[in-house]
């Protein structure tokens, strides 16, 4: 019957909205959950969530070693060109040449934060840092060498 | 009578500061956020320093516009609203015009505000400005019908148009109580009629943000635009103020029977306060409302009314006739 059906359109209607009601009115008086962060005035303190992803960044241990053998891995991975390794070789003690990393180039302004790279790595290398305030005057101080000056490879990453 | 002409215009003034920045908050609260924190003492002055940005800005006419009525439009809004004011009884003996048909004059000076929204969408000489208009032309005359029979229905109980005297009838119980269910029921119509009729979501077709960029007031700046946001919180304090008068006994203390104790303690606390605490929760609603619930389409818009509120409404109303001839009510 189509009066029966009427009356409980109108009761399942006005169930819904109270739903809605007491979800909003569970925000407004349970302050605690409120998600803004005061940025400037909160920098000390920030918490960023795990997967935050900010620059790529190359991990050296306490002896100025890295785990980048120079495979550009990473370099074909990237989509847009961010990444650039140029490589050199090195003489080992006994007399052999071998493949290694000369700068590792990052053009930050090109990189969108994928985290490609950072799967493509077999060494793990490199990983997403936590950093966020990239502005600067110059657009040249974007490009970055990862390797830090007089870095080499750590013993026995092949 | 001078001074407490002034008086209701300051509180005029007063109102729009303060509704601005308690729908700010309570958004900002609903939404998970903090809302105005700067300005002052907790935001405190957040729509002071707007206003003050608005006085300064330019007042621009455009140049296809027909200028006389486009500048003529927010003064109308605004006179609307100030007319409203007059037979709202603010306190127990403070009531600018006490007429005898108080609840018609306001019924019939409210739908006035559209006359200043068709003004305003016609002479902005815009398509969209003109969409918004006729969307709240048929809004308005669509939900006037029943937001007009709930307010009937306590004119049947109270048996008088004068604000006062509906007041006055409370005075052993407030109509929501008194009145059972049917009451209850043409309280809720009422809620959602006024919020339909004074243009706020989720009935906010008018202006529509999102599809008509402001609707009606599209083309108005500066000053002008401020006096159309200005009346539109104005509207929804005068129809809460009606509602709180109509249905939760305007200035009346909170009696319960025979608990002598009890209203004696309720008596102490100043009428004023009874009603703008029972004014401000019932904006807080509408606010609620705005900030909960979607938007809805203009066939939407209109099947609420013509297919559920105003048949319901209308079979309220005679149930609530029948119960005050029977004397079926406290």
Redesign the interface.
């Known amino acids: 019957m189509f009066i029966l059906k009427y009356i409980k359109e109108?009761f399942s209607g006005l169930k819904s909205?109270a739903v809605?009601?007491r979800?909003?009115?569970y925000?407004?008086s349970h302050?605690k959950?409120?998600?803004?962060q005061?940025y400037p005035d909160n920098r000390d303190t920030l918490v960023f969530p795990d997967r935050f992803k900010g620059e790529v960044v190359m991990v050296h241990d306490d002896n100025n070693e890295h785990a980048c053998t120079g495979c550009t891995a990473c370099e074909l991975a990237c989509p847009n060109a961010t990444i650039k390794i140029i490589t050199k070789f090195d003489i080992t003690p006994e007399g052999k040449k071998k493949k290694a990393i000369d700068k590792f180039v990052y053009h930050l302004e090109l990189c969108t934060m994928c985290n490609l790279c950072v799967v493509a790595c077999p060494t793990d290398a490199i990983k997403m840092a936590q950093t966020f305030e990239h502005s600067v005057f110059n657009r040249a101080e974007l490009t970055k060498v990862l390797n830090k000056p007089d870095s080499k490879i750590r013993e026995g990453v092949e | 009578m001078v001074i407490a002409g002034i008086a209701v215009i300051t509180l005029f003034a007063l109102l729009g500061l303060v509704l601005v920045l308690m729908e700010r908050r309570v958004a900002a609260w609903i939404q998970i956020r903090l809302g105005p924190n700067r300005v002052g003492p907790g935001g405190m002055l957040q729509s002071l320093a707007d206003t003050l940005k608005l006085l300064v800005k330019e007042g621009m006419t455009p140049d296809g516009a027909d200028k006389f009525l486009f500048n003529l439009a927010p003064f109308i809004a605004m006179m609307v609203a100030m007319l409203l004011m007059a037979p709202i009884a603010f306190a127990s003996d403070f009531q600018l015009w006490n007429l005898n048909i108080g609840v018609l004059y306001v019924t019939a000076i409210s739908s006035l505000m559209v006359i200043s929204i068709l003004m305003a969408g016609w002479a902005s000489n815009n398509k969209y400005s003109l969409m918004g208009a006729m969307r709240s032309g048929a809004q308005i005359v669509s939900y006037e019908l029943s937001a007009g029979l709930s307010i009937m229905s306590i004119v049947v109980l109270s048996g008088s148009l004068n604000l006062n005297e509906i007041i006055l009838s409370q005075a052993d119980g407030w109509w929501i109580f008194k009145g059972h269910i049917p009451v209850v029921i043409a309280f809720i119509i009422f809620i959602i009629a006024v919020t339909a009729e004074t243009n706020r979501a989720p009935f906010d077709l008018a202006e529509a943000e999102s599809e008509l960029t402001a609707g009606f007031h599209t083309e108005y700046s500066g000053m002008k635009f401020a006096l159309f946001f200005l009346a539109e919180y104005i509207n929804v304090f005068i129809v809460c103020a009606i509602g709180a008068t109509l249905f939760l006994g305007g200035w009346m203390p909170f009696h319960i029977g025979h608990w002598q104790a009890f209203n004696h303690v309720m008596d102490f606390i100043p009428s004023s306060i009874w009603f703008f605490g029972k004014t401000f929760f019932l904006i807080f609603l509408i606010m609620w409302f705005r900030w909960t619930f979607p938007r809805l389409r203009i066939d939407q818009l209109l099947d609420l009314e013509w297919k559920y509120l105003l048949p319901i409404s209308m079979f309220n109303v005679l149930l609530i006739t029948l119960m005050a001839i029977l004397g079926w009510h406290f």
Not at chain 1, 33 to 36: A, D, G, K, L, N
Request: a neutral charge; glycine letters at 6%; hydrophobic letters at 45%.
């Open positions: 109108v909205l809605g009601l979800r909003t009115l925000y407004f302050h959950e409120i998600i803004t005061q």
